[in-house]
């Protein structure tokens, strides 16, 4: 049973950039939650995906973006990367969007 | 969701029992409390969570205050592989999602 599976692992950006991270939820997932962890801090929520639809958002910019797929995965866009924006940038699946939270080991994010 | 204050790091021999307390003194009634824990370079784990009464499960076990204002994890037997940040969180479970709030979690230190 494949748990939360996200790619790329590492990237590296320059400011003004684009970038797309992917994520493919654990077996039988139908919610996906994108969270952002700068270096020496916990994650901070971004926003969740359910039905396709962004059910809640956190504090973020409209620069964060996503996206939902018809098979429960789901994408996180960043545009006009900021230094700021160098993060661990973390997926998280669950079953339905009140089940329990069940992490990727996270796509590391460095904008230069 | 309810703040949480946790100790910046603690140190635990090894084949100890690690206490990790932590404080929540404005938790609601509706409020559980929920302990997650992240490996470096991995993705935050889920450990335990309750919501007035001490749990158990394989990995740890969680008594909570009967005022419920504060709680400590324990780690009956700490390996070196439990050397990890923390996370006490609270929250509300049911329809209003499943976000999590981090702070800034314990940094524990296993030592042989």
């Known amino acids: 049973d494949a748990g939360v599976t996200q790619s790329p692992t590492h990237l590296i950006k320059t400011r003004g950039q684009q970038v797309t991270l992917r994520c493919s939820p654990k077996?039988?997932?139908?919610?996906v939650s994108w969270y952002q962890q700068a270096l020496g801090q916990g994650p901070q929520f971004i926003f969740q995906?359910?039905?396709?639809?962004?059910?809640q958002r956190g504090n973020f910019p409209d620069r964060f973006s996503g996206h939902q797929f018809p098979n429960y995965s789901s994408e996180l866009n960043v545009n006009a990367l900021l230094l700021g924006d160098s993060a661990l940038y973390l997926c998280?699946?669950?079953?339905?969007?009140?089940?329990?939270?069940?992490f990727g080991e996270g796509s590391r994010l460095t904008v230069l | 969701d309810a703040k949480t204050t946790q100790p910046t790091s603690m140190d635990c021999a090894e084949g100890r029992a690690a206490n990790l307390p932590c404080n929540h003194s404005?938790?609601?009634?509706?409020?559980?409390v929920y302990w997650y824990r992240q490996i470096h370079s991995q993705g935050p784990q889920y450990i335990i969570h309750?919501?007035?009464n001490n749990e158990t499960n394989e990995m740890a076990s969680l008594i909570i205050t009967e005022d419920r204002k504060s709680s400590t994890l324990i780690l009956p037997h700490a390996t070196l592989r439990d050397t990890a940040v923390y996370y006490c969180?609270?929250?509300?479970?049911?329809?209003?999602?499943?976000?999590?709030?981090f702070g800034g979690g314990t940094r524990l230190m296993v030592k042989p």
């Open positions: 998280a699946s669950s079953l339905v969007v009140t089940g329990e939270l069940f």
């Open positions: 077996s039988g997932h139908d919610t």
């Open positions: 995906y359910y039905e396709e639809e962004e059910r």
């Open positions: 404005t938790i609601s009634g509706n409020e559980y």
């Open positions: 309750g919501l007035k």
């Open positions: 969180i609270v929250r509300v479970v049911g329809n209003a999602g499943n976000m999590l709030t």
